[in-house]
């Protein structure tokens, strides 16, 4: 079978996570695949990283730079909590520079910890309640722990939103943070895996899927300017780098 994006496959939905897990993750989300045979599907970078819960395991996975294919079985269903920017490395103990296009079972980063976290999951098919377990697990885990970055949650704000036009990135970034170019890139890293051009390259594209979805009917090349690309074949080009397909295959 072709493979397909994510986003095409099964059934998806997420909200925020509850108070206590709220100063390293920003969401819990659910995603259940078809009960007859999946296509392996397309996950393409989107600069998060994800704590999920897989057939009883718990993985982290990212940040990516290029799309991951996965083949998830028939039926999987896959509990996800994603760590605000700049939380995970905190949270994780490792620089997010050492996990990059990783899916790694967590006890290859905590050994026996993660198996002490995983006893505390009560088996259920009841998804709601399946999360609620999983966040009272995971907040035992968080309460108290200097999870966040500030400095690099502002700067992932400042990409997120987009550049003044023709605006040099690193120089930009160092004024607002007031760090030499090599604690930058030391940083980002750290916290994102990657340096702040890749970043701001994902998060780019990111902005124009918004824009396509909000303004539909718009032509793609006025979306491809408006999300900060210099032309059409610019965000082409991208397109194909981080999802491999076009932005008109793209829904």
Not at 31 to 43: L, N, Q
Not at 89 to 94: E, K, S
Not at 184 to 199: H, M, N, Q, S, V
Not at 231 to 237: G, K, Y
């Amino acid at each position: 079978m072709e493979p397909v994006l994510a986003q095409t496959t099964g059934f998806f939905c997420e909200r925020p996570v509850a108070g206590g897990l709220a100063d390293a993750f920003s969401a819990a989300w659910v995603h259940c695949m078809d009960g007859r045979a999946v296509p392996p599907i397309v996950i393409t970078p989107d600069a998060t990283i994800d704590l999920q819960w897989i057939d009883g395991h718990f993985r982290v996975a990212g940040p990516d730079k290029d799309p991951q294919i996965e083949r998830p079985a028939a039926g999987a269903v896959i509990v996800g909590f994603r760590f605000r920017p700049g939380a995970a490395a905190g949270w994780l103990g490792v620089p997010a520079s050492e996990i990059v296009g990783g899916r790694l079972d967590l006890s290859e980063l905590w050994g026996t910890r993660c198996r002490e976290l995983s006893d505390r999951i009560r088996p259920t098919p009841n998804f709601a309640v399946l999360v609620r377990h999983l966040e009272e697990a995971i907040g035992a885990r968080t309460e108290g722990r200097g999870a966040l970055d500030p400095q690099m949650g502002l700067a992932f704000d400042v990409i997120h939103k987009g550049l003044p036009p023709e605006t040099p990135l690193v120089p930009f970034l160092q004024r607002q943070l007031h760090m030499s170019e090599r604690t930058l890139r030391r940083r980002f890293e750290d916290a994102f895996g990657y340096g702040p051009k890749t970043l701001d390259r994902i998060l780019r594209f990111h902005r124009f899927r918004r824009l396509q979805r909000q303004q539909g009917e718009a032509s793609t090349a006025l979306l491809a300017i408006e999300a900060g690309y210099a032309d059409q074949a610019h965000l082409i080009r991208e397109s194909r780098r981080l999802t491999g397909v076009t932005p008109a295959a793209l829904t």
